[in-house]
Every structure is written in C-alpha cells, then in structure tokens.
C-alpha cells in the first residue's frame, strides 16, 4: 500500500526558506502516471495546490507562489522536496504531500500532512 | 486560472437526509473534477473523481455528477460518519484548484 510521510522543521523564522521532504514508500515515485504534488491548508482555511513534479523532474507551480518555489525529486532516495523561500506568517500551513493521477487528475493517497509555523 | 466555487459555504442536515454539494468553474472542465472529504486534524480523501467515478472503498451513498462548469456531489442518506468538510478540484489544465469548501455539521 502506497503511502506518503512528509517531514521537516515544524518552525521556521520570517524570510528564511521552509524546506520539506516527502517520503515515498509501497510504491516507485519513478512511475510515467503519476506526479507527485505539494498541497497546504492554512490553519482553519481551505486547500491550496503548490505545486506538482513529474520523476523526471518537470514542474508545475501555482503562480501565485512561482517565485518563491522549488520542487525536487530524488528518485534513489524515493523522495520528493519542497522548498519555499522568504516566508513570512502568511506561510504557516499544514503542508501536505500527494500523489496526483495524470491520466484522471485526483490526489491520492495523502500524506498525514505536517504544520509548519513562521514566527521568530 | 480557472476559478473553482462552491455553495452553500455550510449546511446543516441531520443523519438521514439527502444532502447535495454544488461546484463551479470559472471555464469549461469537461468532467475534469474531484471531490474530497476532510475531517478535522486530518488529510483530505478522495471521493469521486473525473466528476462521476467512486473512487474504491467508498460508500456508494456518495455521488457526483455534472460536466462542463456546474458539478454536483450528492449524499443520499447521511450518516455520522460524513459530517465534514468537503471540497472539489479541477484537473482540467494547471494551475490546479480547489474549491472553498463545504462544511456539513450536525443539525
């Protein structure tokens, strides 16, 4: 069974970069029909899409967070990354990892997902 | 973009009743659509996908339909366990969005 554990600090500074690590294990990230995605919930909010990344490495963010963002994939390790920079409150989320369907456009399974609080 | 809303924003039904979720989008989707169920403290899970199809394990209870920009999810009958969240997802072409959500609550 397929399943996603997202990790990294649970706290970090304003204008520092957040960085998080998906894990993935029951499964090949290495997969053509899936990628696999960065979703965050602001606390007490709804869902926003961060953005996605193929094995191969090809991309897709949300524009509205293009700039600060970088996704990664580690295929040896079986790992996928996010890294978002110069956050500031408006960045404290729980940030969750997904693996999205290119061929039916669903995400699933979800990580349990991981709050990641900005403050100094 | 294409722009995802939903209504009502909540509603209030009690174990039983037929409750039913609408979805817009901002443009045409074909059937490009997800629905998802979120409790609290928990990750979100999927529940019909491309706007019709259960995902498996899924109560058949739990229904979508529509296609195009006006999409459905329908519960027929209520039951305790499906008090929650719900929110929709386009996947017609990126970037992706969700929809605001819809909070179901005991009445």
């Known amino acids: 069974q397929l399943q996603l554990q997202e990790s990294g600090p649970g706290l970090v500074k304003p204008s520092e970069t957040l960085s998080l690590t998906c894990t993935v294990s029951g499964g090949s990230i290495s997969s053509s029909s899936y990628h696999w995605g960065w979703i965050r919930q602001p606390p007490g909010k709804g869902l926003e899409w961060i953005g996605n990344i193929y094995y191969s490495g090809t991309t897709y963010y949300n524009p509205s967070l293009k700039s600060r963002v970088t996704i990664s994939v580690d295929t040896s390790k079986n790992q996928f990354s996010l890294k978002l920079s110069s956050v500031t409150a408006a960045d404290t989320a729980v940030y969750y990892c997904?693996?999205?369907?290119?061929?039916?456009?669903?995400?699933?399974?979800w990580g349990q997902g991981t709050l990641v609080t900005v403050s100094s | 973009d294409i722009q995802m809303t939903q209504s009502p924003s909540s509603v209030s039904a009690s174990v039983g009743d037929r409750v039913t979720i609408t979805c817009r989008a901002s443009q045409g989707i074909a059937s490009w659509l997800a629905w998802y169920q979120q409790k609290p403290g928990k990750a979100p899970k999927l529940l019909i996908y491309?706007?019709?199809s259960l995902q498996s394990g899924v109560p058949s209870r739990f229904s979508g339909s529509g296609s195009g920009t006006d999409f459905t999810l329908t519960i027929s009958s209520l039951q305790p366990e499906d008090f929650a969240t719900y929110y929709c997802?386009?996947?017609?072409?990126?970037?992706?969005?969700f929809g605001p959500g819809t909070k179901v609550d005991i009445k």
């Open positions: 491309t706007a019709s």
């Open positions: 997904a693996r999205y369907s290119t061929v039916t456009g669903w995400f699933d399974p």
């Open positions: 997802q386009h996947a017609n072409s990126f970037p992706l969005h």
